[in-house]
């Protein structure tokens, strides 16, 4: 890791990691990811969305990794299991889960809102102020966009229930980020969330810069 970050810094490229491991993406990484079916549930400077999460899921992510390091008796767990990729419900996806769910989370998904220091789709988040001077890298010339998603799609045709039927699986929906030169960014969340998807979707996208990827919908046959 730290040969990437010394190359990072000598060179200027930009650096993904896709990691379970939250203690290292709190210690290496300017921006975090949060993922959850094939959705970004929250984004920003790592600080904030450490310190801060205003997602629930991410709450209870960071919740899980806690219990673990502080040696509590009982581990905070996340009640229920992830969609079906195949069978999103219409809404949030996290509302069978989340303990704050209402009506409006279980029949409209909520956007992307926030600030572009620290960004979040859900209908009851939890508020904090920012920190003071928080905020996302500035477009220098020594950070300048090299790779921008805009509402960008990933489903996979697999088979289904017969020989010739086939399921649409929906590994990345709506996508929306920018990766700029010199920064290292984190994408977490648990298995099957579209991590990987969309760190594969970054780098197909990073040509010339700034590379952007608009796309109403991709989709792959399996």
């Known amino acids: 890791m730290k040969l990437l970050l010394d190359l990072r810094e000598r060179l200027g490229f930009a650096l993904i990691l896709v990691s379970h ?8 990484c300017d921006r975090v990811v949060v993922m959850y079916g094939g959705q970004i549930v929250e984004t920003g400077v790592t600080a904030d969305v450490m310190e801060a999460p205003a997602h629930h899921y991410a709450r209870g992510l960071l919740g899980s990794v806690l219990s673990l390091e502080t040696g ?11 969609p079906s990729p195949a069978d999103f419900p219409k809404g949030c996806r996290f509302s069978d889960r989340c303990p704050m769910a209402t009506g409006i989370c279980r029949d409209t998904a909520p956007a992307l809102e926030g600030t572009d220091g620290h960004g979040y789709a859900c209908h009851h988040p939890r508020r904090h102020r920012q920190r003071e001077g928080a905020g996302p890298m500035s477009a220098t010339a020594e950070h300048r966009p090299i790779a921008e998603l805009s509402d960008v799609h990933v489903v996979h045709a697999s088979r289904g229930g017969g020989m010739f039927s086939r399921e649409k699986v929906y590994a990345l929906t709506g996508a929306d980020l920018v990766i700029r030169s010199g920064e290292t960014v984190g994408i977490v969340g648990e298995s099957g969330c579209g991590k ?10 990073n040509g010339r810069p700034p590379a952007r990827c608009r796309s109403p919908a991709r989709t792959c046959g399996r």
């Open 21 to 28: 491991d939250l203690a290292l993406v709190s210690d290496v």
């Open 72 to 82: 509590a008796e009982r581990l905070t767990q996340i009640r229920g299991v992830v």
């Open 196 to 205: 990987s998807t969309l760190a594969k979707v970054l780098v197909a996208c």
